[in-house]
């Protein structure tokens, strides 16, 4: 999941795994893949770099996990 801060200021977790796309229109628009939409004050390349980080971050993990299963 991903940090992000609505219109309202408040900061919420977004599945990244569930976007779409991500407009600039100038507000930040996020469309989830079942075509709602959510309103952010993110800018899309930071998004964008939210959710390259999130991926690598699982990557990593997973990594982690079959050495440690190799391991044992």
Excluded: C
């Excluded at 004050?41 to 990557?59: D, F, H, S």
């Amino acid at each position: 999941m991903i940090e992000l801060v609505g219109l309202n200021g408040r900061t919420f977790f977004l599945n990244a795994d569930l976007i779409l796309k991500i407009e600039e229109t100038p507000d930040t628009i996020i469309t989830l893949v079942d075509d709602r939409n959510i309103i952010v004050k993110n800018k899309a390349v930071e998004i964008k770099e939210l959710i390259i980080e999130y991926r690598r971050k699982i990557l990593a993990d997973s990594q982690n996990l079959d050495s440690i299963n190799k391991e044992g």
